[in-house]
């Protein structure tokens, strides 16, 4: 069964924390990994891909660990802007039968960052 | 702009009257996807594209017809709409299935 699992939420800092989230999926030969943002009520938007090399864009970082079948998002220095629910998302290619477009989505963490 | 479009944005209609939702894209993407949301089961794929053509299940099709005779639309059909088709759905367009491009999703109530 094909499952994206993702840290429960919601997840409640205080402005300038660091937070952590992760994110395991069931099959090793899954193919491409995402992070993707969704504000309220909004549509979901990328924020990261996940390389096998780890990636960072400002105060995001995004690793990924095959061995162990996770990926991770830490969110350095938090702002209230932050505040959204972050989605785990995995492209599981042709593992299934199916192609390369069969994406499968965590329910997402909520982050909720107070002043 | 490059975009994606939904329409209609909110609907209500009841058990059994067929509906079409529209998505248009303006980047010339290839792949193409349809997507409902309902809370606690987070999004959840009905259908994919690759091209022209050529469309795929993806994890919850039962219910869901789509086609894809021209690149920049991808219409979601529901045959006949039951209650528990009840959700928001999203179309999504992307180059290369690295970054996907949402559109501002379709709210549906089905009585």
């Known amino acids: ?115 | 702009e490059a975009q994606v479009t939904q329409n209609p944005r909110y609907l209500i209609t009841v058990t059994g009257k067929k509906l079409t939702v529209t998505c248009s894209q303006n980047m010339n993407h290839e792949y193409m996807s349809w997507y409902r949301q309902d809370p606690g089961l987070g999004l959840r794929q009905i259908y994919y594209s690759m091209n022209v053509e050529v469309t795929d299940k993806g994890d919850v099709p039962e219910g869901y017809k789509v086609s894809r005779k021209e690149k920049r639309n991808f219409p979601l059909i529901l045959e006949s709409p039951s209650p528990n088709q009840t959700s928001l759905y999203f179309c999504a367009s992307s180059p290369s299935l690295e970054e996907q491009y949402f559109g501002p999703g379709t709210r549906l109530t089905v009585t």
């Open chain 1, 1 to 115: 069964r094909k499952e994206v699992e993702q840290d429960p939420g919601p997840f409640n800092v205080p402005e300038g924390a660091t937070v952590a989230f992760n994110c395991t999926y069931s099959n090793s030969a899954s193919q491409s990994f995402f992070w993707y943002r969704q504000d309220c009520r909004k549509e979901p938007k990328l924020l990261m891909s996940v390389y096998s090399s780890g990636n960072e864009d400002g105060r995001f970082t995004a690793q990924l660990n095959r061995a162990s079948q996770y990926i991770s998002l830490l969110i350095r220095d938090s702002k209230l802007s932050d505040s959204a629910t972050y989605l785990c998302v995995v492209n599981m290619g042709d593992l299934y039968g199916g192609s390369q477009g069969n994406l499968i989505f965590g329910k997402g963490t909520k982050l909720s960052v107070k002043p």
